[in-house]
């Protein structure tokens, strides 16, 4: 039976993702596995296939051996959305390159199906963002370097999900008040054994998961890409209005239209 030691104020769900590709706005999922660290200790596993009902490519298959055929008879992912927005209810959510992979996809996915999935209230633990700034590595060389074994079966939902939720609880004992510093070697938070502390760590300059627009140093944001890279979100919507519908009607994902969505709204109510 697993168990974990990590400190929580509301479950975690640590999860991953198999695919149909990498592309947040055009792939789907096939394969999901959610192992929730309950707040008694306890972990709860669940794993289930989907039909993305568009065919798999074959490089994606031959990386984590789920076929047209494995999946054809499998639900769609509206059949389950329902009731794995229930199982996540009330969860923080963490995963190995989750920030930047895994929650945008899964939050395509809900939108798609017009189910609201909003993280504002979720922690967002990324335990690759931890092994980065620490040890720069696959999960698989984190799996062996935190937990000491060797990763079966790599790039199967469940494998992969179970090894990322004993490399976190690894990660919290091993770094425990290390005095870290991030990419611009500015000393930040150390880690400790808190989702809040770990969400800094690893998701705190996010506005949407495609990164599209990212907080500046003074907590602002900003775009982040583009002839407009570094200037704020507001400033740009104010100096070119059309440069809003240019990102609403062009091939960005919902999550990032929505978070723009936002931001000109807060915007116009401040004025």
């Not at 199906?113 to 633990?125: A, G, P, Q, S």
């Amino acid at each position: 039976m697993l168990n974990h030691q990590l400190k929580l104020r509301k479950p975690l769900a640590v999860f991953d993702l198999e695919t149909t590709g990498v592309n947040v706005v055009k792939d789907r999922i096939v394969e999901i596995s959610i192992a929730k660290a309950n707040i008694d200790g306890t972990v709860t596993v669940k794993t289930r296939r989907v039909n993305p009902e568009i065919p798999i490519p074959l490089e994606s298959s031959l990386v984590h051996g789920i076929y047209d055929e494995d999946i054809k008879n499998e639900p769609t992912f509206k059949q389950i959305a329902k009731s794995m927005a229930q199982f996540l209810e009330g969860c923080d959510l963490a995963g190995f390159n989750s920030n930047r992979f895994d929650v945008p996809i899964l939050v395509e996915e809900f939108l798609r199906n017009e189910i609201d999935f909003d993280v504002k209230n979720r922690r967002l633990i990324d335990a690759q963002r931890i092994f980065h700034l620490m040890e720069p590595r696959t999960l698989s060389a984190a799996y062996k370097f935190y937990c000491k074994k060797e990763l079966i079966d790599a790039h199967s939902a469940e494998a992969d999900t179970i090894a990322t939720l004993e490399v976190l609880n690894a990660q919290v004992k091993h770094y425990e008040g290390v005095k870290i510093k991030d990419s611009n070697g500015v000393e930040i938070e150390p880690v400790k054994n808190d989702m809040d502390a770990l969400h800094e760590i690893t998701a705190s300059k996010l506005v949407d998961f495609a990164q599209r627009m990212a907080f500046n140093k003074e907590g602002i944001e900003v775009i982040n890409f583009g002839k407009h890279a570094g200037k704020p979100v507001v400033q740009v919507l104010k100096e070119e209005p059309s440069y809003y519908d240019w990102m609403m009607k062009g091939d960005f994902p919902m999550d990032t239209k929505r978070k723009l969505t936002e931001i000109k709204l807060r915007a116009f109510n401040n004025k």
